[in-house]
C-alpha cells in the first residue's frame, strides 16, 4: 500500500482552537495527519513515509486510544500508562531488530518515540531512559556528534543511579562494544562485551538467550581478529542455547495457538535469525567443516522457522539438515533425537 494513500492534508477547523500540531519526526509545523489514526501528524510526505515504514505502521492503531485520551485530560491513567509502556516495549523491539538488520536509518523513528514515551512516563533525566538513548546512539551511526551525545546521557543516568540494575548494566556495555565495532576499536568492543555477558549472567543465568547474544557478538570480533578456534567455541555455546529454548519452545507449541506468543519473540526472531544464518555461513564456510556443528545450527533455524512462520518452511530446512544430524555431545541426546521427533510431528 502506497503511503501516501494513508496521509491526508489537516483540516485547521477540526481541530481544537489553537492546538497546532508537530511533525512526529522533526518536531516542525504538521500540514498532513495519518488518515489512518487522525493523532499522529507530519511536516511532509516524506516524513510521513519514513514514520510509516520506521514503525508507525507497527502502532497506528494503538496510539489511537493513547492520543485521545492524552488529549481529553492531561493527568495519565493507569490504563494510559500501562498502554504507553507496551508501546515502549513495541518500539524498543522494532528499533532493535531493525539496528540488527543494518537499518540504523530506518531504526530513528521507533527509538525516537521510545525516548519520547518513556519521559511521558519515567520523567526526564531517569535511569528508565538508558534503553532509549542507546538505541538513539546506535541509529546515528555515522553521526558521530548525535552519537556522542546519547552516549553521555546513557552514561551519565547510569553512573548518577548505581543501583539501576543488571540489566541496564548489560544493555550499556552491548551497545558500547557495538559503537567500539563498527569504530574499530576492536579490544575495547571485546572488553565492553566481556562486561555484557558478566551482567546478563548475574541477572539471567549463563544459558540464557540474552547471555547468548553476547558470545555472538564477541565472536564476530574474534573472526575480524582471525582467531578462528575461539570463534567455533563461542557459537557452539550459542547453538547448544537456542536448540535447547527452541526445543522448550516447540514442545510447548499447543499452549501457544491458544495463547499466541507476545509480540517480542516475532521481534526477536528477526536477530536470532540473522545470527544463526551468520553462524551457519561461518561453519558451512570453514574449510574443516564439522557436519554436526553445521546441523545443529540449521536445525535450530528450521525449529525457528516452525515456531514463527508454520510448518512449510521449517520442513524444508529440515530435510536440508536430516541427513546431517549427528550425535553433538554424549550428553545431548535430547538434540539428537529431536529431529526425528520433529519428523513425527511433521507427519513424515
Ligand atoms: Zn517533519
Ligand atoms: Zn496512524
Redesign the pocket.
Known sequence: MEAES?ASAIIPLALPKGAEKFCELCQREARLQ???????FYCAAEHQQADWVGI?ERI??L??PIRALTLCSLRQTSHTETQIKKLIEICRLVAQSKLSEGKHQEALPAAQLCLRCSIDVHGPNTVQLVPAYLLLAEANMGEKQAQNDFLSQAEWAVLKSPKCGLTIHHQLHRSLGRLHVAAGDLDTALHNFANDIYFATEEYGLDSTVTSRGYFLMADVFTKQGKIPTVHSLYSEVARIWHRHLTRLLETRKESIQNPPVDSFYAERVEVDEMLRTMLEFEQKDTRKDPARIAVVAHCLAMLSLVRDGMAYGILLLRSSKHRIKPVTSNDTRGFFFPQRLFLFCGL
Do not use: A, E, F, I
Request: glycine share 0%; aromatic share 0%; charged share 15%.
Open positions: 494513508q495519518c488518515s489512518k489514526c487522525r493523532v499522529t508507525h497506528c492503531q496510539l489511537v
